[in-house]
């Protein structure tokens, strides 16, 4: 079946907007782009400006039930990872589905188009693996689909408690494959489909002893797998890398094979300047999580020279203290001027690329840019709201990539089915109220 949509403005690529552009889809794709088209009868039209779906690189979906919680009296990463780990003591397959269901609706309504789940509560509350060893990430892939998101599930490995190989304790144990080998095995019952791909992730330095890492890469890049990890988050992890190991996590893993152009690295925040030639030499991509970093005071990644050295960047919106991917990608270059004391870091084009096609080569989805062949998956932004009115007449893309938000998104587009329709999602009609409800379970069972 083929469709087509007429849009007023859209994005497809560089520094310019072009208008009056004719897009045309069959089979989930796009066939055609035609600027400076005439609209067809029967054609949809697309008021606003028209953009390649959204991609959030790195979601750790549990953790919505929280926001908002630990701004009063927790006072570093370590003291509000408790609070998490609370959550994700008390999680269950199904109260996992409800909540992942309404936190990715909430994505959808944020032009969000596909997902990159970073996911490691793997077992059952003892940690023993349930009977379906998959059931909490089937979960989360049901809920993707039902929500209407492309999804690609990054399972984590997770084996010890920190770089010095401490056992894993309470919580923890439900994150635990035993060996890396046998997360292998279990992920290996994966199957994709063409919304959902598997991938892997390596949690980080600290939870992945130093013989497994390359393993790990080498099973991801064997199965076609894009590969993730937490990397130089906090200053401690470097501390603790270089006490037991003599190198920085970044140095560890490129000496593990593990860096590469499939390779994303989340976070990238306390780097040295190998560091960033590593990422640079290796064209990784670079996960910045802005709006989490912000609030659990990470720091500021070093963004403008990873690009300049050759890295790829893409957002994510992490512990979803907000979900506003916009905002995310633009703070890469807002939260570098405040550090620096200079703007110019990042231009607008450099921005919408994080959003779009980073991400969708983070995630490995052929996504991410309005050209004939790729997934016909679009985000339309309102330019007539309170803060989008008067980007026609001026600068388009820069108005829209530094003044828009989530509430300018209108219309979502995956594989040419409309999923949010006037700021709505179809398939969850009512997402504020599904949400309450699925974080109120939550609570109630800790």
Known sequence: MSNSFFCEHAWLGGDAVTSNVLITVAGGRITAVMPGAESPAGARRLTGLVMPGFSNAHSHVFHRAIRGRGQEGVDSFWSWRDLMYSVAGALTPESLYELALATYSEMTLAGVTNVGEFFYVHHGKDGRPYANPNEMGHAVVRAAAD?????????????????????????????????????????????????????????????????????????????????????????????????????????????????????????????????????????????????????????????????????????????HMVIDLLEDARAIETDLRLVTGRRGHLGAAAIAGALTWGGARSLGWDAGVIAPGKLADFTVLDLLSPRTAGATSGELLPHTMFAATSADVRTVIRGGDVVVEDGRNLHVPDTGRALESAINTIMAAL
Request: charged share 20%; glycine share 10%; net charge negative.
């Open 147 to 319: 929500a209407g998101l492309r999804i690609t599930l990054l399972d984590t490995v997770y084996l010890q408690g920190g770089v010095d190989g401490r056992e894993l304790t309470g919580v923890q144990k439900r994150f635990s494959d035993i060996s890396w080998e046998q997360w292998a095995g279990r992920v290996s019952l994966l199957s994709g489909t063409d919304i959902f791909r598997p991938g892997a992730a390596i949690h980080s330095v600290r939870a992945v002893p130093r013989d497994a890492l390359g393993p790990v890469a080498e099973f991801a890049r064997s199965h076609g797998m894009p590969l993730h990890a937490h990397v130089s988050e906090q200053p401690a992890e470097n501390k603790e890398s270089l006490d037991v190991y003599g190198i920085t996590p970044t140095e560890l893993l490129a000496r593990a094979g593990v860096l590469g152009p499939d390779m994303t690295s989340v976070h990238a925040t306390h780097l040295t300047d190998d560091d960033i030639a590593a990422y640079g030499a290796s064209t990784a991509n670079i996960c910045m999580c802005t709006t989490t970093e912000r609030d659990l005071a990470d720091g500021v990644g070093p963004a403008g020279r990873l690009l300049d050295a050759g890295a790829s960047l893409c957002v994510g919106s992490d512990a």
